[in-house]
């Protein structure tokens, strides 16, 4: 039988610092990295590539299934670079446009289903740190570390409200402090891998806390886990 590589999964609502705090932590142990929100978008920008119509639901599978897509991290406070059939799309999948595509073919079972398995097979020598909302309730439930961030509305729409002004754009914190909770609500009562922990995971409140602190919150328990492991910072 084959020995699975070792996965940590990140899941969390928006705003908790799962894609900075997955990033460090796949940098550190030198580890594959996956943001599986980014999937649909890349699907979607390779369905336009390819000329296949989003409601497509058969070529999309095919497409889903063999999707050639890379995350590599990069330094801290940026996304990871995202790489489609070799093309760097990190800024292309982004786009407002890319965004509604990428619902359009999230809602399609047999496109969700193609793409679980290929989020599956991200798990790859030496081994891999996947954030998401399901990675370690649906999509690798046999993960031997999983990680639940968590962090009140007010604190992710002021993170969010933070980063949108460094960008140059203003928005009300209020609206913000609303529309994170209409979406938690939606993403805890969907029918399909709702937003929740897994029995087995580790819920931390980053709160209070930086990301270095929740990076080294849970290397200590990478290090309960894996003993005997080196880290590339090491």
């Not at 081994?127 to 604190?155: N, Q, W």
């Not at 819920?203 to 919150?217: F, G, M, S, W």
């Amino acid at each position: 039988m084959k020995v699975k590589e070792p996965v940590i999964t990140i899941d969390g609502a928006s705003g908790t610092g799962k894609g900075v705090v997955s990033q460090l932590l796949a940098k550190q142990l030198g580890w594959k990295l996956l943001d599986s929100g980014a999937l649909y978008r890349v699907l979607a920008l390779a369905a336009q590539k390819h000329g296949v119509a989003l409601e497509n639901e058969p070529a999309l599978k095919v497409l889903a299934e063999f999707l050639d897509v890379q995350f590599i991290a990069t330094e801290m406070g940026r996304p990871p670079k995202i790489l489609l059939e070799g093309q760097d799309v990190t800024d292309t999948i982004r786009t407002e446009k890319m965004g509604n595509a990428a619902s359009k073919v999230g809602a399609l079972p047999e496109v969700r289903t193609a793409l679980l398995s290929r989020q599956r097979a991200f798990r790859e020598a030496p081994g891999l740190v996947t954030d998401g909302r399901d990675m370690g309730t649906v999509v690798f439930p046999d993960a031997e570390l999983k990680i639940f961030l968590t962090a009140s509305p007010e604190e992710r729409a002021n993170r969010r409200h933070n980063q949108l002004k460094e960008k140059g754009i203003n928005v009300n914190l209020g609206d913000l402090i609303l529309e994170l909770k209409e979406r938690d609500q939606r993403d805890r009562e969907r029918a399909v891998a709702p937003l929740k922990p897994a029995e087995d995971a580790i819920c931390i409140d980053t709160d209070k806390l930086t990301i270095d602190q929740v990076v080294e919150r849970i290397m200590s328990e990478v290090r309960k886990i894996f003993p005997s492991l080196h880290t590339v910072k090491e």
